[in-house]
């Protein structure tokens, strides 16, 4: 009976997981594969356990409440916590790993070979479920110490290391000036960044992880900039520098060669520190699995 009773419960947590991921109870039911009274029965159930009310209903709209939101949380993690205890039971029976592993990375990857780690672990671990997400730092660390993400590859300005989880430095890049091959600038063999503080930049969106190595630089040497493009792709950025419409910092090995670009050492430069992330409560055997495979890769480097 207690089996049972927990069966229950884990399932309901599926339930508040899906409503709240899909807004929806209609939709929620199908992809729980239950029909929507069964679904909406279960979660009135635990909302009377609980005492407290998870989701704002209307006939158009759901939403979750303050304590729907501060439960979701624990839900997750709940959740996740049971379908690794089912993966780790199956791995020490079996000696192979199944399950998922979901990994985060920035767009301007370049010290690990992501796309190449990833086709060695799926020949030694066939079993498992790869999921490749990209996005910005600052949204994947959030999702690591919910469990939403095993593990990602970070990007962060030198003086900004990773919180709350654990965490390996794979790389120290100083960025370097990006100009056009007709700019005044583009003859120069080294810069000082004062002498770019009165140019038009582009750069990444203001407050993102991929743009404040370059303000706090600007900052800490009492220099105010002008970005007048912002672009959260690496490819436009540059575009608009081969256009002669601004300048850019970026990590050098993300600047392809182009004879539209010239690329200048810059004194007092930003410096951008890559992390590979994961949870520091418990990892995965997945996890450490890849963990384990990306460091052989970085050591064959």
């Known amino acids: 009976m207690q089996w049972h ?7 309901q947590l599926r339930y508040v997981i899906a409503v709240a991921e899909e807004r929806n109870f209609t939709r929620a039911a199908a992809r729980c594969f239950v029909v929507q009274s069964a679904l909406s029965h279960q979660i009135k159930a635990l909302e009377r356990e609980l005492g407290v009310i998870l989701f704002a209903r209307t006939s158009r709209r759901v939403e979750l409440t303050a ?10 993690q709940s959740v996740e916590a049971a379908e690794r205890a089912v993966t ?20 301007t990857v370049t010290v690990i070979d992501i796309p190449a780690t990833l086709r060695d672990f799926r020949e030694r671990h066939p079993g498992v479920q790869i999921r490749l997400r990209g996005g910005s730092s600052d949204e994947f660390l959030p999702q690591i110490r919910d469990g939403l993400l095993d593990v990602a590859v970070l990007g962060l300005a030198e003086t ?56 706090a630089a600007f900052a800490a040497a009492g220099l105010h900039r002008e970005v007048t493009f912002e672009a959260s792709a690496p490819d436009m950025i540059l575009d608009l520098v081969r256009h002669g419409l601004a300048v850019t910092l970026l990590p050098p090995a993300v600047v392809p060669v182009d004879p539209a670009l010239r690329t200048i050492p810059v004194t007092g430069g930003p410096v951008r520190v890559t992390h590979l992330a994961w949870s520091d409560f418990n990892p995965s055997p997945t996890t450490l699995a890849f963990l384990e495979l990306a460091q052989h890769h970085l050591d064959q480097t």
Request: aromatic share 4%; hydrophobic share 40%; charged share 25%.
């Open 160 to 215: 900004s290391p990773p919180q709350r989880v654990a965490s390996q430095i794979l790389a120290r890049e100083r960025h370097v000036a990006v100009v056009g091959a007709e700019h005044r600038l583009a003859s120069r063999r080294r810069l000082r960044l004062s002498e770019l503080a009165d140019e038009t930049f582009v750069d990444f969106p203001a407050g993102g992880t991929g743009r404040i190595p370059t303000d």
């Open 88 to 107: 780790d039971a199956t791995a020490a029976t079996t000696g192979h790993l199944t399950g998922e592993l979901l990994i985060g990375m920035i767009p």
């Open 67 to 76: 304590a729907g939101e501060a439960f979701l949380t624990a839900a997750r």
């Open 5 to 11: 009773h927990a069966c229950m419960e884990l399932q």
